[in-house]
């Protein structure tokens, strides 16, 4: 089955840490491009940090010096690690595989930030 399944997300205080993962299986890993995007109520979909099949990796601007994005390819695995958490980081983060015109998207773990 292909499919990607976010885990790690919760209820953490502003300056706290938290680290998402990120397990894809049914594909193959080291080929994808993956993603971390976030949505609140209301907005779209943004992207908050990627991480090409060469470990090449982008960030949002307001989370540059914050989060770090790193895969693991023997687990298929994708990381996000958020450090100095704000409570404009309050989403539901979204996993995201792509490979050309292949886009899988996770259901998601929401983190919310807040003391």
């Known amino acids: 089955q292909v499919q990607v399944v976010e885990s790690g997300g919760g209820l953490v205080q502003p300056g706290g840490s938290l680290r998402l993962s990120c397990v894809a299986s049914?594909?193959?890993?080291?080929?994808?491009?993956m993603g971390w995007y976030r949505q609140t109520p209301g907005k779209e979909r943004a992207l908050v940090a990627a991480?090409?099949?060469?470990?090449?990796?982008n960030y949002a601007d307001s989370v540059k010096g914050r989060f770090t994005i790193s895969r693991d390819n023997a687990k298929n695995t994708v990381f996000l690690q958020m450090n100095n958490l704000k409570p404009e980081d309050t989403a539901a983060y979204f996993c995201?595989?792509?490979?050309?015109?292949?886009?899988?998207w996770g259901r998601g773990t929401q983190v919310t930030v807040s003391s």
């Open positions: 049914g594909i193959q890993f080291s080929n994808y491009y």
């Open positions: 995201n595989a792509r490979l050309f015109t292949r886009n899988i």
């Open positions: 991480i090409s099949n060469s470990g090449s990796t």
